[in-house]
């Protein structure tokens, strides 16, 4: 009975597919692998394609055990510069154990001989569709962060700076030059864009997505347009055409630092009093 996991795993080797290790196809029987024979730079396209995340073998059998260590060193290099944050198991022959270390410290999972017992591999590989779900669940909350920041607009963030500020819904409608009404409309809707109940809420979720922009940054196909100059004391101006940027550099907008530790201080101290205005 074949596992199921989220992640995809792709099985490169150096022989042809139809012909690849006993290894390789006793696992495939218990795994879902797709194997692909890698004969040219060309041939590692297929893993940019793919969700962050992926599992990625780099199978060894039948190179040269002179070279093994080479050839994987380089595929191994391949890999991560074709891939979305694989998640690499090697298969070498006798690699010495400095260069495995090394592997292990920079770019790769696990590493195992060719002629390692089968159930030895499967429980690395076990461990690596594991962690790959776990780094593809991250990526899909990243998603939902993004979409849920992306959908907030100009007066809702201006509404939420002033509010991070300490401003009372009083004070900020006469900054906007609208009603309380309007503020605490404004208030509610952002909290419900973000899924929070509270400031604090908002906060967290703020957070979260920018330790996640951090780990993401360029893998997200849909990338929002950079953020731009907040909503003047009197009302809310428009957006001027700029460029995309990368997902990382989303935070010129002085409400997107709201996760700063100072301004998280002034969340906490302010959590009452804000409740306090919009009730």
Not at 61 to 75: I, K, N
Not at 135 to 154: D, E, G
Not at 184 to 210: D, F, N, P, T
Not at 230 to 247: D, R
Request: neutral net charge; hydrophobic residues 35%; contains cysteine.
């Amino acid at each position: 009975m074949t596992e199921t996991y989220q992640s995809n795993c792709f099985w490169l080797t150096s022989s042809i597919p139809g012909n690849m290790s006993a290894l390789a196809q006793s696992l495939a029987s218990h795994f879902k692998i797709e194997t692909h024979k890698i004969g040219s730079d060309a041939d590692y396209q297929v893993l940019g394609r793919q969700l962050p995340a992926h599992v990625v073998v780099l199978d060894a059998t039948g190179d040269d055990a002179s070279t093994s260590a080479e050839l994987l060193a380089a595929r191994i290099g391949k890999v991560v510069a074709h891939g979305n944050q694989p998640t690499i198991v090697c298969l070498g022959n006798h690699a010495p154990t400095d260069q495995i270390v090394d592997w292990m410290r920079q770019s790769i999972f696990a590493y195992a001989e060719t002629n390692s017992p089968e159930d030895r591999v499967a429980r690395l590989l076990r461990a690596a569709f594991e962690q790959a779900d776990s780094v593809l669940s991250r990526f899909q909350r990243f998603q939902v962060l993004n979409t849920r920041k992306a959908s907030m607009t100009l007066p809702e963030k201006a509404v939420l700076e002033m509010i991070l500020e300490g401003v009372p819904n009083k004070t900020i409608a006469t900054e906007l030059a609208v009603s309380q009404r309007t503020i605490e409309a404004r208030r509610h809707k952002l909290y419900l864009k973000m899924g929070a109940k509270s400031l604090s809420g908002v906060v967290q979720s703020i957070c979260e997505w920018k330790e996640l922009a951090v780990q993401f940054e360029g893998l997200n196909p849909s990338q929002p347009k950079r953020e731009f100059a907040k909503e003047s004391a009197k009302g809310c101006g428009g957006e001027s055409e700029q460029p995309p940027k990368s997902v990382n550099t989303n935070l010129i907008h002085s409400s997107e630092s709201i996760a700063t530790p100072k301004l998280q201080a002034t969340v906490r101290q302010h959590q009452q009093q804000l409740d306090t205005n919009c009730s």
